[in-house]
Nanobody
Framework: QVRLVESGGGLVQAGGSLRLSCAAS????????MGWFRQAPGKEREFVGA????????NYVNSVRGRFTISRDNAKNTGYLQMNSLKPEDTAVYYC?????????????????WGQGTQVTVSS
């Protein structure tokens, strides 16, 4: 079992930046990918991006590519989502998640462990 604890959400003006953290504990050796998802009010949960926990390329949804960067620090067992040039449409609850799978990493159903979620609000 992997436990994920998120931090770093908040309120920011459009054009600003935030960094979310996701601290992992438990069976960390079972993590293959760490993904980030978001859910806005009245909308379905959306894939934001994912990173291979052992290194390698990251994947992003088109709407955040070039603005968001996913990274991880294996020594700290922590993943990060750096969000720059934020827009009001980025407002959502953001979740980190972990999976043993390497397939369909953009699908929430593939992820076994989830963080508690953190609110990101971007004002115009």
């Amino acid at each position: 079992q992997v436990r994920l604890v998120e931090s770093g959400g908040g309120l920011v003006q459009a054009g600003g930046s935030l960094r979310l953290s996701c601290a992992a504990s438990g069976r960390i050796s079972s993590i293959n990918f760490m993904g980030w998802f978001r859910q806005a009010p009245g909308k379905e949960r959306e894939f934001v991006g994912a990173i291979n926990w052992s290194g390698g390329p990251t994947n992003y949804v088109n709407s955040v590519r070039g603005r968001f960067t996913i990274s991880r620090d294996n020594a700290k067992n922590t993943g990060y989502l750096q969000m720059n040039s934020l827009k009001p449409e980025d407002t959502a609850v953001y979740y980190c998640a972990a999976t043993r799978s390497s397939r369909h990493i953009d699908a929430s159903r593939e992820y076994e462990s989830w963080g508690q979620g953190t609110q990101v609000t971007v004002s115009s």
